[in-house]
C-alpha cells in the first residue's frame, strides 16, 4: 500500500539532455493531474493513482548514486503541483547538490508562486488563450489559473520558458497570434512552439 505522504511516481527517466536547458538531468514524472488534455500523451500519469508506481525511497537511491554525474532533475507530470509532498521533495533533491526544473500547466498558481524560490527553472505550458482554455483541457476555468501561473512567473525573474503545443485541429494562427499577443503583454518571456506528439493522443480524434 502506497504511503500517503511519499510522493507518487508513475515514470522515471535516468537520464535526457532536452528537459532542462543545457545541462544533463533525470526526470520524475508526478502521478496525477486536475486536466484532460485532449492532445495529452502520458494519459496513465492523469489518474491520483495510476498502475506504474516507483517507490520514492527508489528514486531517491537512485540519485544519490548519480551525485556529481547529473546537473538537475525535473519534476514532471502528470502535473506535480498536485502533489502537497513536492515541495519537501524538492527540498530533498535540492540539497543533494542538484538543480531543480519544474515542468508544469499551471493547474495551482497559489502552490506554484510558493515553490519559485526553490526552483531553478520552470517549463509553464500555455495551451490556449484563456477563453478558449477548456476546450483543450476540458475543464472549465482552467485559462484562468494557466495564465496566472504565467504572470506569477514572468514577475519572479525564474528562468523560465513558456511552451505551446501545436496542434492543428486546436490551434489556429489567429490563435496562436493571440496567445503570443498575451503574453508580450504580460512581460519578457521566453516563448516557445512545440510539436504535438499525435500518436497516443487522449482525445482518439486528434490521433494521426
Not at 21 to 39: H, N
Not at 121 to 147: F, M, P, R
Not at 174 to 180: D, P, V
Amino acid at each position: 500500500m502506497t504511503d500517503p505522504n511519499e510522493m507518487r511516481v508513475g515514470g522515471f527517466t535516468p537520464l535526457t539532455s532536452i528537459d532542462y536547458p543545457g545541462v544533463l538531468s533525470a526526470v520524475i514524472f508526478c502521478q496525477g493531474c486536475p486536466w484532460r488534455c485532449r492532445y495529452c500523451h502520458n494519459s496513465e500519469l492523469i489518474p491520483r493513482h495510476g498502475d506504474n508506481h516507483i517507490p520514492w525511497e527508489r528514486v531517491l537511491k537512485f540519485l544519490h548514486q548519480r551525485r556529481g554525474l547529473l546537473d538537475a532533475v525535473v519534476f514532471s507530470g502528470g502535473e506535480p503541483t498536485l502533489q502537497k509532498q513536492l515541495p519537501s521533495a524538492i527540498q530533498t533533491v535540492k540539497s543533494m547538490g542538484f538543480k531543480i526544473g519544474l515542468h508544469t500547466g499551471g493547474a495551482y498558481p497559489e502552490r506554484l508562486m510558493r515553490l519559485l524560490a526553490s526552483v531553478d527553472w520552470v517549463g509553464l505550458d500555455i495551451k490556449a488563450s484563456k477563453e478558449n482554455y477548456a476546450k483543450v483541457t476540458g475543464v472549465e476555468g482552467s485559462g484562468e489559473k494557466a495564465w496566472q501561473s504565467a504572470k506569477l512567473l514572468i514577475d519572479s525573474g525564474v528562468s523560465h520558458a513558456l511552451r505551446t503545443t501545436i496542434h492543428p485541429q486546436l490551434i489556429s494562427t489567429t490563435e496562436l497570434q493571440k496567445i503570443t499577443q498575451r503574453l508580450n503583454d504580460l512581460g519578457p518571456a521566453r516563448h516557445q512552439l512545440q510539436t504535438c506528439v499525435t500518436d497516443h493522443c487522449l482525445d482518439p480524434a486528434l490521433r494521426n
